[in-house]
């Protein structure tokens, strides 16, 4: 599958949808926050990763569900 970086914090704003129907890894640097305000679909028949740059030795600070998203994950792992 393939592999993403992300370096900064990223919002999904309230009148947007991120999708996800392909597997891949998204690597997320230290500190960096994903906050969903909108909707978040990750549906894949390959399993999407979330995970640190460096696991068990840089963190980042998680995905954030504010009031009013939606949130559907099938085949979805998260890892510190």
């Known amino acids: 599958s393939n592999q993403y970086l992300l370096s900064q914090d990223l919002k999904i704003s309230a009148t947007d ?14 500190n960096v926050l994903i906050t969903i305000e909108g909707n978040i679909r990750i549906d894949s028949p390959e ?6 740059v460096n696991p068990g030795n ?20 998260i890892k510190f």
């Not at 399993?47 to 640190?52: K, L, M, P, R």
């Open 58 to 77: 840089v963190y980042f600070q998680g995905l954030r569900l504010n009031d009013g998203s939606s949130a559907y994950f099938n085949n979805f792992k």
């Open 17 to 30: 949808t991120f999708i996800s129907s392909t597997g891949y890894t998204l690597a997320i640097a230290d």
């Open 47 to 52: 399993t999407v990763h979330f995970t640190s």
